[in-house]
């Protein structure tokens, strides 16, 4: 299914401000030829960068991490639109900080599911960092959370959801017919001590084993 006629001529006049930026372009418009032109990934990539600047207290892993939302996000579009499959179901978690909450959801939901979902997490207002007691309370079960970062959300990964999970976002996330809804109920995770924090680890596990649960025993 094509959602845009293929122009790799691209946006006139456009400046990316770094290089790595067009590459990613180029790369992005070959890897989803035949689904979008060169026009929407460029303006996908320029918007994850920017988007990601604004919280960037670093700049080390901005090119690590714009490739990684870019990506993301086009894949979440072309899932959305009808052109790409993923064949399980998926799942977004959303909380304001996507620092803390949300984070343990979606990698404890990934690990226990054994890659029977897919799983997306997000901000309403993103941090610049993931909050260090939660890396260490997965840690400790061994869950590793050093390549995740916060990220905004976007209306394209909650069109692309089957269930959406919220935690405390407020009214920030949009809603679409055809959409599974949760809201569940958690502390914010934000300045507690580590005894606290391995408190709503364990809430959020029994939380996301339910939501497997109920997962496979919904009608394909």
Same mark, same amino acid.
């Given at each position: 299914? *094509? %959602?845009?006629? !293929?122009?790799?001529? =691209?946006?006139?006049?456009?400046?990316?401000?770094? /290089?790595y930026l067009r590459r990613l372009a180029d790369e992005l418009t070959e890897k989803f030829t035949g689904i979008f032109n060169r /026009? &929407? #990934?460029?303006? $996908? #990539?320029?918007?994850? $960068?920017?988007? %990601?600047?604004? &919280?960037?207290?670093?700049?080390?892993? %901005?090119? &690590?991490?714009?490739?990684?939302?870019? *990506?993301?996000?086009? *894949?979440?579009?072309?899932? +959305?639109?009808?052109?790409? @499959?993923?064949?399980?179901? /998926?799942?977004?978690?959303?909380?304001?900080? @996507?620092?803390?909450?949300?984070?343990?959801?979606?990698?404890?939901?990934?690990?226990?599911?054994?890659?029977?979902?897919?799983?997306?997490? +997000?901000?309403?207002?993103?941090? !610049?960092? %993931? @909050?260090?007691?939660?890396?260490?309370a997965m840690s400790e079960i061994g869950l590793d959370l050093s390549r995740e970062f916060p990220k905004p959300l976007t209306d394209?990964?909650?069109?692309?959801?089957?269930?959406?999970?919220?935690?405390?976002?407020? !009214?920030?996330?949009?809603? $679409?017919? =055809?959409?599974?809804y949760q809201d569940w109920e958690l502390t914010d995770p934000a300045d507690l001590p580590i005894d606290q924090v391995r408190q709503?680890?364990? &809430?959020? *596990?029994?939380?996301?084993?339910?939501?497997?649960?109920?997962?496979?025993?919904?009608? +394909?």
């Amino acid at each position: 299914m *094509t %959602l845009d006629v !293929d122009d790799r001529r =691209g946006l006139p006049g456009l400046s990316y401000p770094e /290089e790595y930026l067009r590459r990613l372009a180029d790369e992005l418009t070959e890897k989803f030829t035949g689904i979008f032109n060169r /026009e &929407t #990934v460029e303006r $996908y #990539v320029l918007e994850s $960068y920017t988007a %990601l600047l604004r &919280t960037a207290s670093v700049k080390a892993h %901005l090119a &690590t991490r714009t490739i990684h939302f870019a *990506t993301e996000r086009l *894949t979440a579009l072309a899932q +959305a639109k009808g052109a790409l @499959n993923v064949g399980v179901p /998926e799942v977004l978690f959303v909380c304001e900080q @996507n620092a803390g909450r949300s984070q343990m959801a979606a990698v404890l939901t990934e690990h226990l599911s054994g890659g029977r979902v897919h799983v997306r997490s +997000a901000g309403s207002a993103p941090a !610049d960092q %993931l @909050n260090p007691a939660v890396v260490e309370a997965m840690s400790e079960i061994g869950l590793d959370l050093s390549r995740e970062f916060p990220k905004p959300l976007t209306d394209d990964v909650v069109q692309a959801a089957d269930v959406v999970v919220t935690m405390g976002c407020g !009214d920030a996330c949009p809603i $679409y017919p =055809g959409k599974r809804y949760q809201d569940w109920e958690l502390t914010d995770p934000a300045d507690l001590p580590i005894d606290q924090v391995r408190q709503i680890r364990d &809430t959020i *596990t029994e939380h996301v084993r339910a939501l497997l649960t109920s997962l496979e025993a919904a009608p +394909a």
